[in-house]
Each structure stands twice: as structure tokens, then as C-alpha cells.
């Protein structure tokens, strides 16, 4: 069953929150478009637009929804969603908890929460842009082989232009990490562009605990454990915005523990597998 978390959650037409309560039951869509954001109401006058047009000039109206999730803003970022959704487009769905929990948190309970039969993530700064998204989409809808594709800048020629050299040096080394001590055979487990099919989803997030960083390793590890198909599309950053919201020494030792931990899980999770065939 899915991860019960202990956060409050405000939704007008989200599924309800798991253990007790009403669940309104709602017709499946063909895509859902999932944008996690905290205190992201600088950017999201420009980026609610952008996105909206962005679905609606590659989908018919009705097959699709731009679900939100709000970790806990402390802004207004959960009120201007909602006030796009009401003058602008329905299509728009925000899903709201407290306290602040971290973008792993964020993209499960949206993952679990999504409506479509295809789901795709992207950041609130749209670092990989809008054409990205369409093309993922359509990447997975090309390929059923796959249930889950991993946006890779490592596969694309300038898939990490403006990055700082500080900011290439950390990814590097966490990305040989990553390969060399737990196993990873995908060339990129960071980016921010991941595609998901709704059964995969499910399969993947429902037994995912990693609220931070290192959530999206935690996802492709647990997948794999669980017979999901990675795939990989070549990706590029295309617009870049200082991190402030990212803390090298404290965050990468809490990335580490993440890490350990993960790899326990998995490595139970493959002998109870095991085991049960």
C-alpha cells in the first residue's frame, strides 16, 4: 500500500490522502504533467502560462491535467496556482501539505496522486524547458518497452551547459559514486526530467521513503528491484538559476546516509522478491 506520510494535506479534487476518509473516485487521464515547488512564487507568474500552453498545444483538451504539489511553501505559491486554476485552466490540480518535506517527498506523493497513464516530472524553473516535456511524452509513447525513461545530460552534447565547474565537479563525482559503490548502470540518476508509466509509478513510489536528494537514485533502485525497464533520453539544461536552496556539506552527508540506507532496503527487497518467486 502507499507510504503513509504525517503531513497535513490540502486538495479540492486530489484522491484522499490513504488510510481513512472519502477517496473520490475520478476518470483516468491520458498524461499528467507533475511540477514539485517550494516558495516558488517569483517564477510561477511566468511559469504557469508557459506550461499550460505547452500542454494544450500538444494535447486535447480533457486528456491531461498540470498537477502542482506545494512542499509546504511558506509564499504564496499554493495560492497562485490555485487562482490560475480558477481563471485560467482547469487542467491546472494542486496538491498541498505541511510541513516542508523535501522534493523526494513532493514527487511521490504527486507520482501516487497523478491521474494520467503517462506521468512526467520537471522542476518548477523548467531548467530543461518546455520542449523536453513534449518530448518525453512522446519518447514513452514510442517505446512501451520502457515503463520508466530517465532524462540524461550525460547522453546529450551540451546536457550540462552553464553549469559552474564546481557544480560539474559534484555531479561527476556523485555520479561515480553512485556507479562504483551502489551499483548504478544509468548514465544520469540526478536531472530533473524523469518519465513514468502509471503502473510503473505506482509500483516504484508507493515503496519509496527518501524525502531529499537522493530520492531519484532511491526511485531507480527501487524499480529495478521490482522488474521496472529504464530507458534513456538524451536531455539538455537549457536554463539555469543559482541553487541556492542546496547545501553542499550538510546535503551531500545526508545524501550519503540516504544512500546507505537505500541500498539496504533494496538489497532486502531483492531477497524477499527472491524468496516469493
Same mark, same amino acid.
Given at each position: ?39 516558488? @512564487?517569483?517564477? %510561477? ?11 494544450? @498545444? ?24 490555485? @487562482? &490560475? ?14 510541513? /516542508? ?26 531548467? &530543461? ?32 551547459? =552553464? &553549469? ?9 563525482? &556523485? ?8 551499483? %548504478? ?5 540526478? =536531472? ?16 519509496? @521513503? ?16 521490482? =522488474?521496472?525497464?529504464? =530507458? ?7 536554463? /539555469? ?37
Amino acid at each position: 500500500p502507499p507510504l503513509l506520510l504525517p503531513c497535513v494535506v490540502k486538495r479540492r479534487d486530489c484522491l484522499s490522502c490513504g488510510g481513512g476518509g472519502m477517496t473520490e473516485r475520478v476518470a483516468p487521464l491520458a498524461y499528467t504533467l507533475l511540477i514539485p515547488m517550494y516558495n516558488e @512564487e517569483a517564477i %510561477l507568474p511566468a511559469v504557469l502560462p508557459r506550461v499550460s500552453r505547452c500542454m494544450r @498545444e500538444a494535447f486535447p483538451a480533457g486528456s491531461d491535467e498540470i498537477l502542482f504539489v506545494d512542499d509546504g511553501s511558506s509564499d504564496r505559491s499554493a495560492a497562485l496556482v490555485e @487562482e &490560475y486554476r480558477a481563471e485560467s485552466d482547469p487542467a491546472v490540480r494542486l496538491l498541498s501539505y505541511q510541513p /516542508n518535506r523535501g522534493k523526494g517527498c513532493a514527487v511521490r506523493r504527486g507520482m501516487l496522486d497523478a491521474r494520467g497513464e503517462t506521468i512526467v516530472f520537471t522542476d518548477c524553473d523548467l531548467a &530543461y524547458g518546455t520542449d523536453a516535456v513534449i518530448e518525453m511524452f512522446t519518447f514513452l509513447g514510442v517505446h512501451p518497452e520502457f515503463g520508466a525513461v530517465i532524462g540524461s545530460r550525460a547522453l546529450h552534447p551540451d546536457g550540462y551547459r =552553464g &553549469y559552474s565547474r564546481a557544480r560539474l565537479l559534484v555531479s561527476r563525482v &556523485y555520479r561515480g559514486i553512485l556507479r562504483l559503490f551502489f551499483g %548504478l548502470r544509468l548514465s544520469d540518476s540526478q =536531472g530533473g526530467l524523469k518519465g513514468f508509466r502509471r503502473a510503473a509509478a505506482q509500483e516504484i513510489f508507493s515503496r519509496c @521513503e527518501v524525502d531529499r536528494f537522493a530520492f531519484d537514485f532511491e526511485a531507480i533502485l527501487v524499480g529495478e528491484a521490482r =522488474g521496472v525497464l529504464f =530507458g534513456e533520453m538524451p536531455a539538455c539544461v537549457v536554463e /539555469n538559476r543559482p541553487h541556492g536552496k542546496v547545501h553542499v556539506v550538510r546535503d551531500g552527508v545526508r545524501m550519503m546516509r540516504d544512500l546507505f540506507r537505500i541500498r539496504r532496503r533494496v538489497r532486502r527487497m531483492r531477497r524477499k522478491t527472491g524468496a516469493e518467486a
